[in-house]
């Protein structure tokens, strides 16, 4: 049974309004970003880097050098790779900007895009393409532990997220009425 701790983070702001007013200008505010997912990314977004500077230009330089026994899949590689990186590069985007900020669809998009594309691009690039170099096997097996955990504390965040828009929304509804 895995347990993980969340951090809840304080925030002190500024408030002017409420100078101008005579109230005090410190407002304490909980906020519910997550500090293990945003570590996650951080370190993903480093490991992708490195990873598409090694496959890319492994793949790019021995395509036409190696043969391959399918056609298909010497022609796969290289929109796999584009694929792979477009959305990387969306979903550790919507994953920093949504977790930072607590955004519900930026997080959900986040989780979203790390089913489907990155999950089969990334175990296509690590184990099922023809030539598979023993750098792409080792950074892109790290990838996708990462992404399997990010996919993991991104839920949990997720739901914690979703439980504190969900409380704000009634409070605002019971003020109202």
């Not at 393409?129 to 080792?138: G, I, K, S």
């Amino acid at each position: 049974e895995v347990k993980v701790k969340r951090l809840t983070v304080v925030l002190i702001r500024l408030k002017p309004a409420a100078m101008i007013a005579g109230e005090s200008a410190l407002r304490r505010e909980d906020t519910v970003s997550s500090v293990p997912l945003q570590l996650l990314i951080y370190v993903n977004a480093i490991l992708a880097c490195i990873f598409i500077v090694f496959v890319g230009g492994f793949n790019m330089d021995n395509k036409n050098d190696l043969e391959h026994r399918s056609q298909l899949n010497k022609a796969l590689v290289a929109p796999v790779l584009v694929t792979w990186l477009i959305a990387e590069a969306a979903r550790l985007y919507c994953g920093y900007y949504g977790n930072l900020n607590e955004k519900v669809p930026e997080t959900s998009t986040f989780l979203l895009l790390s089913c489907f594309p990155q999950f089969p691009a990334l175990a296509y690039l690590t184990f099922l393409q023809e030539h598979v170099y023993p750098l792409d096997f080792l950074f892109g097996f790290s990838l996708l532990i990462l992404l399997l955990l990010e996919g993991f504390v991104g839920t949990l965040a997720f739901q914690t997220l979703i439980r504190r828009q969900t409380a704000h929304f009634y409070r605002l509804c019971q003020e109202e009425g």
